[in-house]
């Protein structure tokens, strides 16, 4: 089960208008021991909701310290939070580093890699570059960093530093999407046909060993299909994608709008695959062999409240759980129960597997 | 900029890790997952009462091995199962991985009400010769079935699975090896009689042709081969891995 720990700031810098970079000091240093390129999972209340958010660590293996890059989202509370209120000193509490964006290392290889960033996804490929480039003292490392303006660009100076520290080993191509650049390849988006031309003269692709993409969707999707096009096997290419659209703030758990009366049956509106249907059913049975009685295609695997495969949420009424082996605490605060392990209490219950 | 996640999974995307994989594509995944586990652990845990039935040390070291192999990869997936909350320590031990229906029994593609291994793993194994057949047609199945799962659009999975994909290969070539054996020791119509029941129970285990179910997993990039198509990829696979040990069956 995921557990949280509790570290405390030592650095919060800002590096562009809307991104700071916060240093962190574990009090279990050894359980926050990370692999280049994986990140934490924060949590915190905001208004009796606990909202949790993951940032990638930017910093190297051999550096000493946790370092995790935080840009501001619009309407993002948590990186909203970040940016404007945290301070040295403060309390935070996360996950241990998780992730698999990452290849093993190996002193004695002469490795080629490429990267591609897209705005804040530098954040872990900052960390990837900075140990390979320690760790691998034949790797050579070019990174592809697309931005909007030059005035975006996090960690521009730490990529010139690096460069410097490793020359002809580093290796970045900044593209802009809107400021003009003496070369025209280099502005605009990054897409399929803006890798197949830097492809051509730029990035010696058939050599590249690893390629790393971390931005957003349809950025990645394209290099990718550049990547395939040209001959990049399927495990030579890592991923690594923060959804912009993480769930936002959550409506609060509609309350039971009838109390449980003595008749044994409940009504249960099923929402599965974007369909609603309402079926009558015993209240001793549970929600998932009511939905599968009545011929609803509902998720499940285990059925003994272990898995979490049935999982749904209660938008209205109310439901027992009398096994519980998968969900967290704060999953069941936000309405999300394990429909094999959950029985009807009142007598209408509204839930969706879809949210 | 914005993208659906739906429309960037139907595009071919990657997902990477369990904070923005939706609702339902979550759902699908560890259905997948506790298919795979599942199947891994009854299947290894069946084939692990027939060890000391191998006629020789090799073929014993060759099961055990098996037993071994298939259980430490069901650890693997159970470890991206853990990345979602799943209790992996009680997960494994919640069923009685052993149990096993009769022989006869008529279940079709039906799983079990309690676990949601391939309803071939609920079949008991009936001997030596048995197990290899079993193992050699298995072991072509998956095969056939790690091909597909090796494009899965859930990184850390699709990452398990090539990792795997080589050992669960050799399985099959150590049941070739096992029943060239027993065809040299003349156990020809002992192995026919294998194969004609465990044929039909293991073609069943592809699934329904023209599945619906298939467009929705295959829009999220949980699959990409049909299950026709898979069954059709397993039949010549099975039906010459028998001909090179010398087996025509009727």
């Not at chain 2, 192995?191 to 997993?217: K, T």
């Not at chain 2, 949980?222 to 069954?231: D, I, P, S, V, W």
Request: glycine residues 8%; charged residues 25%; hydrophobic residues 45%.
């Amino acid at each position: 089960m995921a557990r949280f720990h509790d570290l405390t700031v030592t650095d919060v810098t800002k590096t562009i208008r809307d991104a700071v970079v916060v240093t962190l000091q574990p009090e279990d240093a050894e359980a926050f021991d990370f692999t280049q390129g994986q990140y934490l999972t924060f949590r915190r209340d905001f208004d009796g909701q606990e909202l949790r958010r993951s940032y990638s660590i930017c910093a190297g293996r051999q550096e000493g310290h946790l370092q995790v890059g935080i840009k501001r989202v619009e309407g993002g509370a948590f990186s909203t939070w970040a940016n404007e209120d945290l301070q040295v000193g403060d309390r935070v509490q996360a996950m241990v580093p998780m992730g698999s964006f990452f290849t093993p290392l190996d002193a004695a290889s002469e490795r080629q890699y490429l990267g591609f960033a897209g705005g804040s996804g530098i954040t872990p490929l900052l960390s990837i570059i900075k140990t390979t480039l320690a760790v691998e003292p034949g790797a050579r490392f070019t990174l592809v960093y697309a931005n909007k303006g030059v005035s975006t660009i996090m960690f521009r100076e730490e990529l010139e530093d690096l460069k410097n520290q490793h020359m002809g080993r580093f290796n970045v191509i900044h593209i802009l999407e809107t400021d003009a650049q003496e070369i025209d390849l280099f502005t605009g988006l990054v897409t399929q046909e803006k890798c197949a031309e830097l492809f051509k003269g730029w990035i010696d692709i058939e050599n590249i060993d690893t390629a790393f993409i971390c931005g957003p969707e349809p950025m990645m999707l394209g290099i990718a299909a550049a990547l395939r096009a040209h001959g990049l096997a399927d495990g030579q290419i890592k991923f690594e994608l923060f959804a912009s659209a993480q769930p936002g703030r959550v409506a609060q758990r509609v309350a039971a709008k009838d109390a449980a009366s003595a008749a044994n049956q409940a009504e249960i509106a099923y929402t599965l695959d974007g369909a609603t249907r309402t079926v009558s059913a015993g209240k001793e049975t549970s929600l998932l062999e009511s939905a599968i009685a009545n011929q609803l295609d509902a998720p499940f695997a285990c059925k003994a409240g272990v898995c979490s495969t049935c999982r749904c949420r209660v938008l209205e009424g109310e439901v027992e759980m009398v096994a519980n082996h998968a969900l967290e605490d704060y999953e069941v605060e936000k309405g999300y129960v394990l429909s094999c392990q959950s029985y009807p209490v009142t007598d209408r219950v509204v839930v969706d597997y879809d949210q | 900029m914005d993208m659906r996640i739906e429309d960037y999974l139907a595009e071919g995307g990657v997902l990477s890790n369990p904070t923005n994989v939706p609702p339902r594509y979550r759902a699908e995944l560890m259905k997948l997952m506790t298919s795979f586990v599942d199947s891994e652990l009854a299947g290894a845990a069946g084939f692990a009462d027939i060890i000391n039935q191998g006629p020789g040390i090799a073929e014993r070291i060759a099961a055990a091995r098996i037993v071994l192999e298939k259980t430490d990869h069901a650890g693997r997936v159970l470890r991206v199962m853990e990345s979602f909350g799943v209790d992996a320590d009680r997960y494994a031990n919640h069923h009685p991985w052993t149990a096993r229906l009769d022989r006869d029994a008529d279940i079709g593609a039906t799983r079990g009400n309690h676990d949601m291994r391939l309803a071939v793993f609920n079949y008991p194994l009936e001997g030596w010769t048995d197990a290899v057949v079993m193992n050699l047609l298995m072991g072509c199945a998956v095969a056939v079935q790690m091909a597909d799962f090796q494009k899965l659009s859930y990184q850390p999975l699709a990452e398990v699975f090539r990792a795997i994909a080589p050992v669960e290969a050799r399985h099959g070539e150590l049941a070739e090896e096992g029943l060239a054996r027993l065809m040299a020791e003349g156990a020809g119509e002992a192995i026919l009689a294998s194969v004609s029941y465990w044929w039909p129970r293991v073609a069943a285990s592809f699934g329904q042709a023209g599945s619906p179910r298939f467009e929705a997993l295959r829009a999220m990039g949980l699959r990409h081969t049909g299950n026709e198509a898979l069954r059709e990829k397993w039949e010549a696979a099975a039906m010459a891995a028998l001909a090179r040990v010398g087996i025509q069956p009727g």
